[in-house]
Structures are given as C-alpha cells and as structure tokens.
Nanobody
C-alpha cells in the first residue's frame, strides 16, 4: 500500500523557519521524482519544489527560490522541505508528491500557518 505521510507543519511567526518531512512507503522511493506542492485557501494547488530520483537535480518556483530547500534521503525513504524566511503568504497546506512515468501519488498534506 502506497503511503506518503507529511509532518512538520505548524504555526510559525513571520521570518521563522520550519522543516517539513514526507515519509514514503509501499513503493521504490529511490526510483521516483519527488515534489512538494502547496494550496492556500481559495487558491489553486501550486508547485513549490521538485527533486530528481537521485537528488542530483532540483527546481523551485520562482517565488520560493533562495528561501526553500528540497532534499531527500533515499536510505530513509524521506523527502524534506526546509522553509526559511517565512511570510504570511506562505500559509498553506503543503503536499508531498511522488511521480514516475504514469504513476502519481499524493500525501494528505500538512498545514503551515505563518502568523504573528
């Protein structure tokens, strides 16, 4: 059974940091590209960052470059998203995604709230 379980969300003040984790099981993690998406209230889901199966390539949405960092540990079947210099507009549910060819899996998300 495929599972993607996000954790690490919560309430943080503007300018603060969080580290999100996504633990994967039920598939060959090291063969899948992994991504983080987010969806703010009333908005479409958007790509935050992506990382290749080996971790050698990453890409980011323009508004997150320099503030967010995606990484993965294939030995632990886990992908991470480091969020720095958080802003109120970063408030959203953050989702983990695994993709390979026509296969596409989603986690249930973790809520990040940036507020003073």
């Amino acid at each position: 059974q495929v599972q993607l379980v996000e954790s690490g969300g919560g309430l943080v003040q503007p300018g603060g940091s969080l580290r999100l984790s996504c633990a994967a099981s039920g598939f060959t993690f090291s063969s899948y590209a992994m991504s983080w998406y987010r969806q703010a209230p009333g908005k479409e889901r958007e790509l935050v960052a992506a990382i290749s199966s080996t971790g050698s390539n990453t890409n980011y949405a323009d508004s997150m470059k320099g503030r967010f960092t995606i990484s993965r540990d294939n030995a632990k079947n886990t992908v991470y998203l480091q969020l720095n210099s958080l802003k109120s507009e970063d408030t959203a549910v953050y989702y983990c995604n695994a993709r390979r060819d026509f296969l596409n899996y989603w986690g249930k998300g973790t809520l990040v709230t940036v507020s003073s």
